[in-house]
């Protein structure tokens, strides 16, 4: 069963940095393209960032180009989410999910991200 | 910016079916998906490319899509149906990801 287990969450103060870290286990992550998804909270889901399965493209919401960075390593089965420079609106549970064909196809459990003075 | 939206709430009876729309500027030409998110859980992909579900997802839910209009009904609803739903296309303009408002379904 694919397994997703994300890790590195807690709280910071705004204009401080956070790296979380996405494991993956019992399927070939190395095939996948990958996303972050994240959520605040009692608000909807909003598409953070995209990886494709190389790690040679990415791509970002509007809302967090230039201070946020996907990256992944294959040979460790783990994806990343470098964010820098958070604000209180960052706030949220952050989730990594697989890409099936332009949709998010499995999910982990998500972990909580709280920029907070 | 490409925006879908939901309507906020629905309620349905136990057995009955339940509809919700999620609506888009020519959503018709994009390929629909929709997600289920119980309280304290990740969302579950329940239907992807406009009609088809996933392994496991029980032939209740179902979906379409025309127009400006999409569509995903829920019968003979049962109990453990009462979550938020979430439609969701990939924008070909911008290369994002876009989700909508969602729709907390509520069972009676």
Request: negative net charge; aromatic residues 12%.
């Amino acid at each position: 069963q694919l397994q997703l287990m994300e890790s590195g969450g807690g709280v910071v103060q705004p204009g401080r940095s956070l790296r979380l870290s996405c494991a993956a286990s019992d399927f070939t992550f190395s095939k996948y393209a990958m996303h972050w998804v994240r959520q605040a909270p009692d608000k909807g889901l909003e598409w953070v960032a995209l990886i494709s399965y190389d790690g040679v493209n990415t791509f970002y919401a509007d809302s967090v180009k230039g201070r946020f960075t996907i990256s992944r390593d294959n040979s460790k089965n783990t994806l990343y989410l470098q964010m820098n420079s958070l604000r209180g609106e960052d706030t949220a549970v952050y989730y990594c999910a697989t890409d099936g064909v332009r949709n998010f196809e499995f999910w982990g459990q998500g972990t909580l991200v709280s920029a907070s003075s | 910016s490409y925006v879908l939206t939901q309507p906020p709430s629905v309620s349905v009876a136990p057995g009955q079916t339940a509809t919700m729309t999620c609506g888009g500027s020519n959503i018709g030409s994009k390929r629909v998906h929709w997600y289920q998110q119980k309280p304290g859980q990740a969302p579950l992909l329940v239907v992807y490319d406009d009609s088809d579900r996933p392994s496991g997802i029980p032939e209740r839910f179902s979906a379409s899509h025309s127009g400006n209009t999409a569509t995903l009904t829920i019968s003979r609803v049962e109990a453990g149906d009462e979550a938020d739903y979430y439609c969701q296309v990939w924008d070909s303009s911008s290369d994002h990801y876009v989700f909508g408002t969602g729709t907390k379904v509520t069972v009676l």
